[in-house]
């Protein structure tokens, strides 16, 4: 059974920092590209992140460009973002997802989410 | 950038009718690149369609989706009580890889 389960998220303040993991299971990670989706409280779903099966390719929304970072561990099976100069906007609960691409790109699994509030 | 309009932003149906969910593209989209997602309360998304027109695994078939271009459809033949979510639309773009997903709409019991 594939299994995504974030960790990591938490109140922060505006400037701030904190790094979110997504530990898989079920699945062979090092085969498969991942992405990172958010939803702001009461609001919609928005892309903000993807990752090759390698790391090598790293791809970003405008949104986060120059403030997040995606990154892996295929060793240890777990996906992580990095996310520095938060902003008020950034709250979100951050789900990581499996990404089916090749000819199709959906997601096809998906986390539970770590809720990431920036506020004073 | 690809924008996504979902239509209607609220569906009241009742148990039993038929829900017809309209996405609509600001240009020509791959229809291979098209996915429909359900999403309940406090729960993650769950992928229901990919490729436009083909159901995930595990999807019952009275979830069937169509379309090309620039409009695409999600139909739910008979509403069931489980169904009453919220539905959202995404495309995805290559070149630098971008996924785009649409507002959503929500089925609610009427």
């Known amino acids: 059974e594939v299994q995504l389960l974030e960790s990591g998220g938490g109140l922060v303040q505006p400037g701030g920092s904190l790094r979110v993991s997504c530990t898989t299971s079920?699945?062979?990670?090092?085969?498969?590209?991942m992405s990172w989706v958010r939803q702001a409280p009461g609001k919609g779903l928005e892309w903000v992140s993807g990752i090759s099966v390698s790391g090598t390719n790293t791809y970003y929304a405008d949104s986060v460009k120059g403030r997040f970072t995606i990154s892996r561990d295929n060793s240890r099976n777990i996906l992580y973002l990095q996310m520095d100069s938060l902003r008020a906007e950034d709250t979100a609960v951050y789900y990581c997802?499996?990404?089916?691409?090749?000819?199709?790109?959906?997601?096809?699994?998906w986390g539970q989410g770590t809720l990431v509030t920036v506020s004073s | 950038e690809i924008v996504l309009t979902q239509s209607p932003g609220t569906l009241s149906l009742s148990p039993g009718e038929r829900a017809t969910l309209s996405c609509r593209a600001s240009?020509?989209?791959?229809?291979?690149?098209l996915a429909w997602y359900q999403q309940k309360p406090g729960q993650a998304p769950r992928l229901l369609m990919y490729?436009?027109?083909s159901r995930a695994t595990g999807i019952p078939d009275r979830f069937s989706g169509s379309g090309s271009g620039t409009d695409f459809t999600l139909t739910i033949s008979r509403l069931e009580p489980e169904d009453f979510a919220v539905y959202y639309c995404?495309?995805?773009?290559?070149?630098?890889?971008?996924?785009?997903f649409g507002p959503g709409t929500k089925v609610d019991i009427k």
């Open positions: 995404q495309q995805y773009s290559g070149s630098p890889p971008i996924f785009t």
């Open positions: 079920g699945f062979t990670f090092r085969m498969y590209a």
């Open positions: 997802a499996k990404w089916e691409d090749g000819s199709k790109n959906y997601f096809d699994y």
């Open positions: 240009q020509s989209v791959n229809s291979s690149s």
């Open positions: 490729g436009a027109s």
